[in-house]
């Protein structure tokens, strides 16, 4: 098996964001100076937007699914 791309990341993060929140308007990925790299999902109307940050563009990107993760198991949980 191939190792995953960023942009196999974001398609995940999307198909994950897509699948509980309902609307999602963006997922991607910027390098800030003073942070680094940072990722985002910009949900609908209804949900602020999730950002995570990482060393590399990989780590930000896994940083979001995992935070997305939490968010669904404590939303389901309630």
């Given at each position: 098996m191939s190792?995953?791309?960023?942009?196999?990341r974001i398609k995940e993060v999307y198909k994950l964001c897509k699948g509980h929140f309902?609307?999602?308007q963006?997922?991607?990925i910027k390098y800030h100076n003073k942070i680094g790299w940072m990722?985002?999902?910009q949900l609908?109307?209804?949900?602020?937007?999730l950002t995570a940050d990482g060393?590399?563009?990989?780590d930000a990107l896994r940083?979001?699914?995992n935070r997305v993760k939490k968010i669904i198991k404590?939303?389901?949980?309630?």
């Open positions: 190792e995953k791309t960023d942009s196999d309902g609307d999602v963006f997922v991607g990722a985002k999902a609908g109307e209804d949900f602020e937007n060393k590399t563009s990989s940083n979001l699914r404590r939303y389901d949980r309630v």
